[in-house]
């Protein structure tokens, strides 16, 4: 009998669930979460704390799954001290020996060379590349596009999501141009006014607005 009771003891200690979950501050596809008085940074898809686990993170919530139920939690107004603001997430870009802003980018989660160019209205793909990202492009709104040369067909897509560095903006329109230009994808205004640029001596600093 004292053996079961132990056993049974060591069960309801290794299943304890947290009681008390606050959101305190906000990062991207991470969270700092207050579980019963201690803070913990939490990932999407990392493992669970406390029983708590964090399935997803923007700006202003996040979303757990803990006492096996699935909670959006808002950021806690409740600390001493006021709220913690999430770290703003930033990207910086050396400028090469031509000028340009060249950096690394995930686009539709596939990797690919991004020119940073504010003068461009939109985010501009040439139909090879799309094709290599698997766009469908030819599903969106046809239009006539004036490039150096000469006019060319176009097409208006909205793409999933941009990612650079830690910074990721969904739901991004883009026009996708049949041909070989641009030969790198223009990042433009559709995906640069979702952020902040600053640019000195030849550094160009991308923050999150958040």
Known sequence: MRLLLLLLSIMVTTHTFASDVSVVALFSNKA????????????????AVSGVKLLDANSTSATLEFNGQIQTLELSRDMSGGIQQPET???????????????QARINNHGMDVLVDTGANSVAINSMDAERLGIDYKSGDRITVETASSLT??????LNSITIGNIRVPHVDATVIEGNFPDTVLLGMSFLKHVKLTEHRGIMKIESNY
């Open 32 to 47: 700092m979460v207050m579980i019963d008085g201690r803070k913990h940074v939490l990932s999407v898809g990392g493992r």
């Open 153 to 158: 067909n176009g097409y208006r897509v909205i």
């Open 89 to 103: 997430a930033s990207v910086s870009i050396s400028r090469n020996n031509i000028g340009q802003y060249i950096t």
